[in-house]
């Protein structure tokens, strides 16, 4: 398994824009599959995004256009970005990482992935 720490999170209000910075270390990120998955207060966590590490990308239906994610391999580094933030965006977001069979396109599903960071919060004030 390889190591994640997610950064940049933090409070911003409605209509605002946040990068999220998911840093993975003991691995070549580009073996690895990422997914965003939050978690709202009181909430199951769910799935936001995923890229693979042929650069397809998936987006849950529900969030729309207001996210995409990207990915730095020599960096090590993936990356979330969220526009036109919402109240109901509130809450903790996770990093993952797994190794799937290249050129599989990705879902993020919360089962499928065994490599996790510790979060990091974001709050967005109305």
């Known amino acids: 398994q390889v190591q994640l720490v997610e950064s940049g999170g933090g409070m911003v209000q409605t209509g605002g824009s946040l990068e999220l910075s998911c840093k993975v270390s003991g691995d070549a990120l580009a073996l690895y599959t990422v997914a965003w998955f939050r978690q709202a207060p009181g909430k199951e966590r769910e799935g936001v995004s995923c890229?693979?590490?042929?650069?397809?990308?998936y987006v849950e239906g529900h969030i729309g256009d207001r996210v995409s994610m990207s990915r730095d391999d020599r960096a090590n580094t993936a990356y979330l970005r969220m526009d036109a933030l919402k109240p109901e965006d509130t809450g903790v977001y996770y990093c993952?990482?797994?190794?799937?069979?290249?050129?599989?396109?990705?879902?993020?599903?919360?089962?499928?992935?065994?490599?996790w960071g510790q979060g990091t919060q974001v709050t967005v004030s109305s």
């Open positions: 993952a990482a797994e190794q799937f069979d290249r050129g599989s396109r990705c879902v993020p599903v919360e089962m499928s992935f065994d490599s």
């Open positions: 890229i693979t590490n042929l650069l397809q990308t």
